[in-house]
């Protein structure tokens, strides 16, 4: 829990949750454990990333829990301003700045260095194989590696996989990109997990 409260700290930083976006929320259902929030874009830990908009991010209960099997699983939803171009090529740069400053971030607070230079995030095109085929119009997917060093539990380099779908809506123009992210392979029961409550959150931006 003191990890969760040292998160919220560096990500509420700058903001409170934004009333505007009382919708979104509401549409993001998680079971019984799953805790999140909702920050601004850019975050106050990666000013540098160019989005902007909110994010909002939901953790599994055994996010700080290092022996769990779901550690470091969670997702993040980004409702993004009209006009942003959610091309492979900025979602790659805006995903490793992100991951870059809240690692830099959480090892300043420690008093430690890190040294973020090697960090990567690569992403590759791939097809959405959700048998309900519940999917915003538009919609493209990507599968995502990001290489980078865990600050909160284990301080040491971790593999992250991510499934990234991102769509614009065509009558608000805003871009989302919705994110399902977790260290275990992709067989792994915590995908499920987070799949179906993309399922759910898809099926009520369609009511």
Known sequence: MRRFAVLLAIL????????????????IIVPTGWKGEQIP????????????????????PGMFQEKSNSFFS????????????????NIERELLTYYQGLSR????????????S????????????????????GLTEYSATVQWTEPFVTQKQQ???????????????H?????CVS???????????????RTTFYRNLQK
Not at 74 to 89: A, R
Not at 118 to 137: E, M, N, R, W
Not at 161 to 170: E, M, P, V, Y
Not at 188 to 197: E, P, T
């Open 12 to 27: 509420s930083g700058t903001s409170a949750v934004l009333a505007a976006d009382a919708e979104l929320v509401k549409n």
């Open 41 to 60: 874009l850019p975050p106050s830990f990666a000013r540098e990333m160019q989005f902007k908009g909110i994010e909002e991010a939901r953790f599994s």
């Open 74 to 89: 969670y997702f993040f939803v980004f409702k993004i301003d009209p006009g942003t171009e959610l091309t492979q090529k």
């Open 105 to 116: 971030t959480i090892f300043n607070s420690r008093k430690k260095k890190i040294d973020t």
């Open 118 to 137: 090697g960090f990567s995030c690569k992403l590759t095109k791939a097809t959405p194989v959700d048998p309900q085929q519940i999917y915003p119009p």
């Open 159 to 173: 593999s992250l996989n991510l499934i990234i779908q991102t769509w614009t809506d065509k009558t608000t123009g």
């Open 175 to 179: 871009g989302y990109l919705f994110a």
């Open 183 to 197: 260290p275990q392979d992709l067989k792994a029961n915590i995908w499920q997990s987070m799949r179906n409550i």
